[in-house]
């Protein structure tokens, strides 16, 4: 028997508000959902394809869109009224479908990086400083332990709603019934530290540090390989530095030391790509059976190449 979404595929109408003179805000809906991510990228794409005189940055997020733009190019209203066309064929297309691929991102769970990081930052920052962040997740989560939270984790697709924060961070929403979705307080207290490349998790996002730095979500591993490459060393980064793009699907794989350490070897000798393959991300499909439509998503990696 399929498991039903508890979404629905709800198109609100979009509220405009401007930001000075050189920013347009559309806010598609308040909280994260599938439909309001849709149209926020929807939206996004329409602009990126006009490639408008005027436009200076394009910054689609979980549910809103942000827009920069030179009022002496430009007129905000001009900007406002071509945005709005774009929005309202977006939300009465016959398909809502987004084209995209899906990436294969191997993860060291329970790696020693974090575990070391998460020791120094226990008391006074977490909730429960005598475990470990793992253990807690499963806890809140009402699963038998870490490794039963971390076969829920890599078990099915996750959506990268936006991208931002550090560079190159992606945002990842998990393409699952809501009562399934995996959710996880942050930290009561930032920590200064993270490793690069930790999975995280806050609320009912994963995350993935692109760089060390201050954080405040669960870490659960550590990525194999970078998603940020500011020299564009490897072939995944030459038409641009950042890995990760908002309406991108990750499937997270496990991976021991061993293989950790020679996806490492590859990185360092600048051979390293990641698995992925281009699909079409249907919004309806995903939100009226997403237990066999992640299913048809997973089974496209199955022909592709590093």
Known sequence: MTEQSTETMYLPTARYTWGGDEFLFVEFDEAMNLTANYLATAVAHGLEQLDLDGVVDVCPANASLLVRFDPDVLAGEDLKRRTQELEAQARTATQHTVETRIIEVPVWYQDPFT???????????HQEPGGSDLDFAAKVN??????????RHHGSPWLVSMVGFVAGLPFLYQLVPRERQLQVPK?????????????????????IYSVRGAGGYQMFGVAAAPIYDPGQE??????????????????????????????????EAGTWRYRQAPVTFDVEASIDDPESYNRTLLEALDGADN
């Not at 009402?142 to 076969?151: I, Q, T």
């Not at 930290?187 to 995350?207: K, M, N, Q, W």
């Not at 950042?242 to 350490?261: H, M």
């Open 115 to 125: 575990a070391e990081v998460s020791q120094r930052f226990r008391e006074g920052y």
């Open 142 to 151: 009402g699963l038998d332990g870490a490794d039963e939270f971390v076969r």
């Open 187 to 207: 930290y009561l207290s930032p920590r200064t530290d993270t490793p690069p490349l930790t999975v995280g998790h806050g609320g009912c996002f994963a995350c």
């Open 234 to 267: 490897l072939p995944d980064f030459e038409d641009f530095l950042i890995l990760f793009r908002p309406g991108d699907l990750v499937k997270f794989r496990p991976v021991d030391e061993a293989e950790y350490r020679a996806i490492q070897e590859q990185v």
